[in-house]
């Protein structure tokens, strides 16, 4: 983990295990509103960033739902916005890496929220 005033950065192995937790770690965090029944997948609601960082619809298939695997998602980056915190996900072929700018009292919440999710030296 680095950070330096506004600016955070925190950095993963790739593993396959992060994937599933995507939504609650953005909603956790409060990156997003989930709203019920909307983007639903398998019984669970997603926010629109989220479900189509997660799933795409194949056209060669009838446009039946895929899941990105972390092979689909190298190079990709996602952004999530909000007033106090601006959140970029990078998938790179051997890591993830978080990016944020917040102030120090939206940092504390952010990385406690990391926390419940990962564990890092």
């Excluded at 925190?10 to 937790?21: C, G, H, K, N, S």
């Excluded at 060669?60 to 990709?76: I, P």
């Excluded at 007033?83 to 990078?90: A, H, R, T, Y």
């Amino acid at each position: 983990m680095y950070n330096n005033g506004r600016y955070n950065l925190i950095t993963l192995e790739r593993d396959p295990a992060f994937l599933p937790l995507l939504q609650d770690l953005v909603a956790d965090i409060g990156l997003v509103k989930i709203k019920r029944e909307e983007y639903e997948v398998d019984g669970k609601s997603h926010d629109i960033t989220t479900y189509y960082t997660l799933f795409w619809e194949n056209a060669k298939k009838d446009y039946e739902l895929q899941r990105s695997t972390l092979e689909d998602l190298n190079g990709r980056i996602v952004r999530y916005y909000i007033k106090d915190l601006e959140f970029l996900l990078i998938f790179f072929p051997d890591q993830i890496t978080f990016i944020f700018y917040c102030n120090t009292k939206t940092r504390k919440k952010t990385i406690k929220v990391f926390l419940k999710y990962f564990y890092w030296k």
